[in-house]
């Protein structure tokens, strides 16, 4: 089964609508998302509204740390200008965009690969994977050979 695995795409619809169309060129049978549709770009709502119809369809959708920090205000160890984002972006989401936000869960599996956020040794504290150490404890904890964590904003 081809995946076509999508991560980090903070408000930013004109990406999320190329990277969408290029998975669908590509013949991907399912979609995983690996969280932080908000925050930072101008379109928090419609990426939000993208990811649920994806759901719709049959997609996975694991909650992210910016996803999480609507809700948790100040709870997440963010800067000054990622705060002043997030009320920006609070702003404009509805009750049912944060429902299903709230909804999401950290953790997913399908078949033979296991999926995370930031990593799967301690997904709510969306720590980093910052090298080959970090990757390795989350497959130590993963009972599947395939493991995919977001979060890293670079390949």
């Known amino acids: 089964m081809k995946l076509a695995i999508l991560s980090d795409l903070h408000a930013n619809r004109q990406a999320t609508e190329a990277v969408w169309e290029h998975a669908q060129q590509q013949g991907c049978e399912r979609t995983i998302l690996l ?50 984002s997030l009320v920006w972006t609070r702003q404009q989401l509805s009750a049912a965009h944060v429902a299903f936000i709230e909804s999401l869960p950290l953790v997913a599996e399908l078949e033979d690969c296991q999926f995370a956020h930031a990593n799967l040794h301690a997904p709510s504290q969306w720590a980093y994977l910052d090298g080959r150490m970090e990757a390795v404890r989350s497959m130590q904890v993963s009972a599947h050979p395939f493991v995919f964590c977001g979060h890293m904003h670079q390949p």
Not at 35 to 46: F, H, L, N, R, T
Not at 67 to 79: F, K, L, V, Y
């Open 35 to 84: 969280g932080d549709y908000v925050d930072y770009g101008a379109d928090p709502a419609w990426v939000l509204d993208f990811v649920q119809q994806r759901v719709r369809e049959g997609a996975i959708a694991l909650k992210g740390n910016h996803d999480d920090a609507i809700r948790h205000e100040g709870s997440h160890n963010m800067g000054d200008h990622v705060q002043a």
